[in-house]
């Protein structure tokens, strides 16, 4: 199939994204939404929320009922445009048939959902569109489609996810990582991994943050839950998945810290009844996205407490630089993208480690100041983001 470069100038080809994320129920800080967030300030966007990667089964995933329910709502909602100040952002849930492990299945599955995407794209007046994909498990329904440009946005190992079927997820993203007219990555590990696969055709993207939104909030601007919970506070928020989330470190900092508060702030996968022991943890589950800063400012330390295992040796966490934009004092375990951050992250390599570091910091306020940690990431905006993805997928594409 000869796919066309982008049209006349000033104009630009229509996005269209394979999230790896619901828009309607996952946080909405994720990089697919904030990138194409940017660029519908200039372009036409549809979002397509993830197709997902397999079936939730009893006894394999977690919140099975639940999890079916939510998605069954989001397909209902149908196209939506939720951002009444960029008119050009649009949201659609096809109805996925999750069964990637059976080529057959497949082909039907990727049939159906294909099939809606080309009626909302046909409705919306989309054609040709520069199509991005996060979720691997799109390659099967992008493959056939016409298009300007294919963008595979490697955010992480998806293959390395636990639920999902390894061998038929690692097959969908060799066939993007060899099909995609440009790869980007935020992770340095990956890309370097990968390029026997890429060559020329990979970039290095990073993550952004909205600095705008991620900005320290007085005092009198903080939630009542959290100024009720008493100081110091070590916080967390985002996602309390227990293959991203190391939770015997947090108890150990439960344990051996208990004078200080544990604020724990997410949606849960993991058991959280082992903390119902520690008065001083205190987890106050979601939030939404636009009080996120508020609570992230009531924080003394924030924590980054990973797993070590092959997501984490991949991943470049949002979190990273919204901590910093809120100019707060981070304790990490290690990984390999904070490399360039070591002087304004503490970095612990054992349990030992980080509980000595967390102690550390709360007596003095870590390395750097609140103001250098904040000017430290201020040119990592969403917007130069986008522009970098804009740059790239618009070039003229290989025949």
Known sequence: MRRRPASHPGAGPDYVCFAAQDWWYHNQAHSDFQLMRSVARERKVLVVNSIGMRMP????????????????????????????????????????????????????????????????????????????????????????????????????????????????????????????DHVLYVSRALMQEEEPHTGPRR?????????????????????????????????????????????????RLAAELPEASLVLIGDANHPMGRFDRYPNVHWLGPRPYESIPAYGSAFDVAVMPWQDNTWIAHANPIKLKEYLALGLPVVSTDFAELADYRDRVRVAHTPDDFVAAVRRTLADGGPSTPEARRRSVLGCSWDSRASTLIERAEVPTRI
Do not use: C
């Open 203 to 251: 970039h290095f993207l990073d993550h952004g943050v909205d600095v705008g939104h991620f900005r320290r909030r007085p005092h009198e601007e903080w939630p009542a839950d959290i100024r009720d919970v008493p100081g110091p506070r070590i916080g967390f928020y985002g996602a309390l998945d227990d293959f991203v989330v190391d939770f015997d470190l947090l108890e």
């Open 57 to 180: 089964r009893p006894g394999v995933s977690t919140h099975v009922t639940r999890r079916l329910a939510r998605k069954l709502r989001s397909v209902a909602r149908l196209v939506r445009r939720p951002l009444p100040d960029l008119p050009g952002f649009h949201v659609v849930s096809p109805l996925p048939l999750p069964f990637y492990g059976s080529e057959r299945a497949r082909r039907w599955g990727a049939l159906a959902v294909r099939a809606q995407v080309r009626a909302t794209m046909w409705w919306l007046g989309m054609r040709d569109p520069v199509v991005v994909v996060t979720v691997p498990t799109a390659w099967d329904v992008v493959r056939p489609m016409r298009r300007s440009s294919l963008v595979f946005n490697r955010s992480d190992r998806h293959s390395a996810f636990p639920e999902a079927d390894t061998r038929s997820i690692a097959a969908l993203e060799n066939q993007l990582l060899q099909n995609a």
